[in-house]
């Protein structure tokens, strides 16, 4: 089993920043692909990014590209989400997943990780 806790939301007025940090317990963290979803008030839940178990792959949704990083340390069982540039519109509860991958890839897609967080609080102020 994989236990995944997410910390570091809060409220940030717009243009600031936040790092979300995610802790991994369980197994062995560097052969699971991470990563970040958030779901908005009365939305569905939607990717945000992802990494692939070495690194050096990443993804992004187009809404965040350019202004969050999603990176991991492996030594620490840890993913970050650094977030800048914050809009009022990436209000919501962030979620960190995890899915048990070798290849060089970490899937986009929410119905493909198995194991969540229990998210985190992000509110922008305009």
């Known amino acids: 089993q994989v236990q995944l806790v997410e910390s570091g939301g809060g409220l940030v007025q717009a243009g600031g920043s936040l790092r979300l940090s995610c802790a991994v317990s369980?197994?062995?963290?560097?052969?699971?692909?991470m990563g970040w979803f958030r779901q908005a008030p009365g939305k569905e839940r939607e990717f945000v990014a992802a990494i692939s178990w070495s690194g050096g792959s990443t993804y992004y949704a187009d809404s965040v590209k350019g202004r969050f990083t999603i990176s991991r340390d492996n030594a620490k069982n840890t993913v970050y989400l650094q977030m800048n540039s914050l809009k009022p519109e990436d209000t919501a509860v962030y979620y960190c997943a995890a899915v048990h991958h070798y290849s060089d890839y970490a899937p986009p897609i929410l119905n493909e990780y198995d194991y969540w967080g229990q998210g985190t609080q992000v509110t922008v102020s305009s």
């Open positions: 369980g197994r062995t963290f560097s052969h699971y692909a």
